[in-house]
């Protein structure tokens, strides 16, 4: 079945650091690719989406590329700030049908002045 | 922003009780979903809802679980007993259409059964 793999947590940086939170996935077929971000005391919240192989989807200074070839859609930031500290969860949406999401398992970052 | 509530926060129960966890979705979604995150793993999809029915549900969904829309703003999620194992952060979340819409999650309701 659908599965996502994401680096453990949690992420610690200092601010105006570089930001990577690696994310591999297994799914059948030509799946969406999520990246979803849940800030202290709030729901999930979608932060950026890429439909297609090749897709960069980007938000807020976010961006993940989905490569087809390595089954990956890495978050990246290039300099990330105290605001951005979160649990960041990448997911996916199968391509064979449905409406349901399988998540990752989150990583929290953690920024520092 | 509109957003998905949930209440409450933080729910302690004791093991074989019944638990009804409540959610009201945004006003003019259609799609309604509940997801849950045992400690430590990943977030998992239990069932999605629409037109007054279940659309999909996963495994983890079995007879002791159900969800209702009683009145047609609440979506609740019940757990007929309760094991420890039910313990858990439970998301719930609403669509407004199907596909290509984004989902909306609320804060979640941190459920412990002792």
């Known amino acids: 079945g659908d599965s996502v793999t994401q680096m453990e947590g949690p992420v610690t940086l200092s601010e105006e650091a570089f930001l990577t939170i690696n994310c591999t996935y297994t799914a059948t077929g030509y799946p969406s690719l999520f990246w979803y971000v849940q800030y202290p005391g709030e729901g999930l919240q979608l932060l950026l989406k890429?439909?297609?192989?090749?897709d960069k989807g980007s938000n807020k200074g976010f961006e993940a590329t989905y490569r087809k070839e390595t089954t990956s859609f890495h978050l990246e930031k290039g300099s990330v700030q105290v605001s951005d500290s979160a649990v960041y969860f990448c997911?996916?949406?199968?391509?064979?049908?449905?409406?349901?999401?399988?998540f990752g398992t989150g990583t929290q970052l953690k920024v520092e002045l | 922003e509109p957003e998905v509530t949930q209440t409450p926060s933080h729910q302690v129960t004791q093991m074989g009780q019944e638990v009804i966890l409540r959610c009201v979705p945004i006003?003019?979604?259609?799609?309604f979903y509940w997801y849950r995150q045992i400690l430590g793993q990943k977030v998992e999809f239990l069932v999605s809802f629409y037109n007054n029915e279940i659309s999909e549900k996963s495994e983890i969904f079995d007879d002791q679980f159900s969800v209702e829309r009683p009145d047609g703003s609440n979506f609740t999620l019940k757990i007929r007993s309760t094991k420890l194992e039910d313990s858990a952060m439970y998301f719930c979340a609403s669509r407004r259409t199907d596909l290509g819409e984004k989902l909306f999650f609320g804060s979640g309701t941190q459920l412990s059964v002792l």
């Open positions: 890429a439909t297609k192989a090749d």
């Open positions: 997911a996916l949406r199968g391509g064979g049908g449905g409406n349901k999401l399988t």
């Open positions: 006003s003019n979604h259609l799609y």
